[in-house]
Nanobody, 124 residues
Framework: QVQLVESGGGLVQAGGSLRLSCAAS????????MGWFRQAPGKEREFVAA?????YYAGSVKGRFTISRDNAKNMVYLQMNSLKPEDTAVYYC????????????????????WGQGTQVTVSS
């Protein structure tokens, strides 16, 4: 069982930055694929970024968001720069224990464990 707890959300003006954090339980964190997803009101949950031995980004955030991890601390981060009002959403951290890591990890169904989410609101 893997538990995930996100933090770092908040209200920011357009053009600003936020860093989201996700604390994960588990003794084999370094072997997990980790992902960030987001869900805006009235919309489906969508992929943002994922990493294990490589990194994937959604086209809408590439160049503005950076995913990183600290395996010693069981943490994964999402640095969000140049934020736009359309980035407003609840952001979720997700983990997958399977040994493979492919573009399939851009899909919700690849992840078994999810955090409770953290709200990010970008004002114009």
């Amino acid at each position: 069982q893997v538990q995930l707890v996100e933090s770092g959300g908040g209200l920011v003006q357009a053009g600003g930055s936020l860093r989201l954090s996700c604390a994960a339980s588990g003794r084999t964190f370094s072997s997990y694929a980790m992902g960030w997803f987001r869900q805006a009101p009235g919309k489906e949950r969508e992929f943002v970024a994922a990493m294990k031995w490589s990194i994937y980004y959604a086209g809408s955030v590439k160049g503005r968001f950076t995913i990183s991890r600290d395996n010693a601390k069981n943490m994964v981060y999402l640095q969000m720069n140049s934020l736009k009002p359309e980035d407003t959403a609840v952001y979720y951290c997700a983990a997958d224990e399977t040994p493979v890591f492919t573009s399939a990890h851009m899909n919700i169904g690849a992840y078994k464990y999810w955090g409770q989410g953290t709200q990010v609101t970008v004002s114009s």
